[in-house]
């Protein structure tokens, strides 16, 4: 834990060792000059814990949460190979994932669809939703123990796949993925991450493969991990009416995005709904106050969005 005077620190849920709450206590708090001081500790707790939620820090403004965050971790990243639709709020911060408010996104690590990933991401709550908009968590170590071995290691030997199709008016254009206008530089961003890539006459205009790792090694605690995409990619993650909508409109073969084994053989949809349970079992919620900052370990931690009522802002930063 942590012994200071300024903060009061307990667990999101007393029973577990889950997401570490540290709460400041008076309106002099200088969260900007603690963090500086604090930081390698911070840093072992993080690498400890997963996850820490600062509350009353007296941040009120993006700006305010960009300083912070620099003072964290001074290189911030872009989002580059796009998954979700955000908005860039200035500098290198962003909007959460733009979905729609009565949907849930699952619980995933960012950027676990491609081989480099950020080793954090922040969160700041700017705006809390009337009802619901919980930002869920869960512990990638504990997914994987969750898992059965058998299907750990058929994933671990095979990889997965990810393949996608950019056709116009349809999830999200080869333009906002790869953040530019000119093939000539997703063909370079393709050969840099070995992504094949295959350019078409029509529908779909762009479609790329990419095999990527199943799990991780957490690179300081040396700790298994679950790192991958294939429950939110593979095209059960979709309803019925959407899921059958976009096959009778593109064929299975050209929907956006979808997930198989390394080896191209199919995932198989009984072997998906148990990690979407070891996602569920784990699963940690809070709600939101106003100005609260959330700090994950991209590796140690998933995150997710719970459906909601009202206006809701999440800014996000990554590093």
Not at 103 to 120: D, G, T, V
Request: glycine share 6%; proline share 5%; hydrophobic share 35%.
């Amino acid at each position: 834990m942590l012994s200071d005077s300024n903060i009061k620190s307990w667990f999101l849920k007393p029973e577990e060792n889950g997401l570490l709450v540290l709460e400041a206590q008076g309106k002099s708090f200088n969260p900007f000059e603690w963090v500086k001081e604090f930081k390698p500790i911070l840093e072992n707790l993080l690498s400890k814990h997963g996850g820490l939620l600062l509350r009353n820090f007296n941040l009120h403004s993006v700006s305010e949460f960009n300083r912070l965050v620099q003072s964290f971790s001074s290189e911030l990243l872009d989002y580059t190979y796009r998954s979700t639709p955000r908005t860039k709020l200035g500098g290198k911060i962003y909007t959460a994932t733009e979905y729609p408010a009565d949907r849930e996104i699952p619980l995933h690590n960012e950027n676990a669809y491609s081989r480099s990933w950020p080793s954090k991401i922040f969160f700041f709550s700017v705006i809390v939703a009337a009802e619901g908009g919980e930002t869920p968590i869960a512990d990638s170590r504990n997914v994987y123990k969750r898992i059965d071995p058998g299907i750990r290691k058929k994933f671990e030997e095979h990889g997965l796949m990810y393949t996608r199709n950019y056709t116009k008016g349809i999830d999200l254009g080869w333009q906002e993925v790869f953040q530019t206008e000119e093939r000539s530089d997703v063909e370079k961003y393709c050969k840099e991450n070995d992504i094949s890539f295959e350019w078409k006459e029509g529908s779909p205009e762009l479609t790329t493969k990419q095999i990527c790792q199943a799990t991780l090694i957490h690179p300081e605690s040396a700790e298994p991990v679950w790192f991958n995409q294939a429950h939110l990619f593979h095209i059960s993650s979709l309803d019925e009416s959407s899921r059958l909508s976009l096959i009778k409109e593109l064929g299975e073969e050209n929907i956006p995005r979808n997930a198989s084994y390394g080896n191209g053989n199919p995932l198989e949809i009984d072997i998906l709904e148990h990690i979407r349970e070891a996602y569920a079992h784990e699963k940690m919620k809070f709600k939101w106050h106003r100005g609260d900052i959330m700090i994950l370990d991209n590796i140690l931690m998933a995150h997710g969005r719970e459906p909601y009522k009202g206006e809701r802002k999440v800014a996000v930063a990554m590093a």
